[in-house]
């Protein structure tokens, strides 16, 4: 696999219809999920990335079995007592922020210790987040500062914990929930509306879980500890990989791309709704309903009118991990100026994001003011290209890869140099093949 892509030339006119690899929430959701079943899963459409095998990699160091080909995976849950490994027994979780604190949850009764690891850019993430509720559980945890590695050993007697998540995060809630599914008695969750993948897969399996939807908040109760079997699940695409299909159609003239079965559970969707509210020419076709998640087509076409928007901080969790792409280009190449308020968890991600965006948008030549966690970005729909551009020292963040190759594609330039081009391979292993499928020219 190269390191470098080197991208020389727009992308031409395509018209085209796809498909993205299998979401990866919920790929890793599945596993985890499926190591604690009575029983056989079976899962169709697993992505099959780095973050995905470190949490396949995990559940088998904890004593759990499965077996993966093209065609599916297999787990062979043993229920809640399931995991049987050593004392000290190292997980690597690599570059996976979802795997690693979500993994807390499932240890949280575990007799043995385990030893958390992660990769470089994992170590400088902070896990008191989840550190914390996970001690009121009653959970032994050894760490340096919150950071990786980190020592954890479960208790015998855990104990369902009240709490409030206040961040929108969704590994929080959901490291939460895992630990409440093997934990006797009621937890309840105050919650900031994040993504609802976990709570689906206990109603879909019939886990007793209750949720308030209130005006700014949600309030979780949930039975622990109640055994379930083996569930089968046909992971559907993801949105998060199709947002830079969706981009790089809109800012290729006149071009016209369908994104086959996408989830668009309503908590990931806050890109769509910003870039209509900006003009982008986006239909939802096809919605289906499938065990909790909603599946779509995703058709978008060229949209030369984009106009800048005033981004309402509720949709900020429901586009998390697309907000850096939507600032860098659509943003940039709209009309007027764009405003985004209270980023502050984009610093809590891969990389700091927020700095990266400020630094990108900066090379581009877009006027950019950063302060306190808002932002404001003078788009210019003329932007035009033509210097040479070097992305390089972004932490191997996949997505800031992503973004820049996208950038590359439709923003013109007479060179670009994206370093690490191995980061796709955490979550979207076959990108740069998809785009050359589409006609890009990348080296
Ligand atoms: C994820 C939740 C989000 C997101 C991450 C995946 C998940 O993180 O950024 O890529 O699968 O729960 P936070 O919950 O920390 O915001």
Redo the contacts with the bound molecule.
Sequence with gaps: MKKVAYINQKINSFNSKICVPGD???S??WILMASQAVGTSIAYNLLKSEDVLSALNAIRKLGINYKLNKKNCKIYGKGFGGFKFKNNTVIDAGNS??LA??IFGLLINSKNQIVLKGDESLKKRDFS?VIKPMQMFGQNIKSNNYKLPIKIKGTYFPRPINYFES????????CILLAAMKTPGITNIKSVP??T??ENLFKYLKLPIKIKKGKKLDLISFKGKKNYEGFNYLIPGDI?SASFFIVLTLLSKNSKIIIRNVNVNKSRTGIIDILKKMNAKIKIKNKKKYKGEEVADIECKYSPNLKGININTKIN?RA??ELPLIFCLVCAKAKGVSYAKNLG?LR??EQDRLKFVVKFLKKIGIKTVEKNNNLKIYGDPNLKLNGSYIIKDFMKDHRAFMLACIAALTLGGNKWIIHDADACQTSFPNFISLLKSLGAKIN
């Design positions: 990866k929430s919920l890793i959701r922020g979802t604190r979500l987040r961040k929108g995060s969704a590994q929080v809630k959901s994040s993504r993948h976990t998060s969790s998390i991990d968890e809590h991600k």
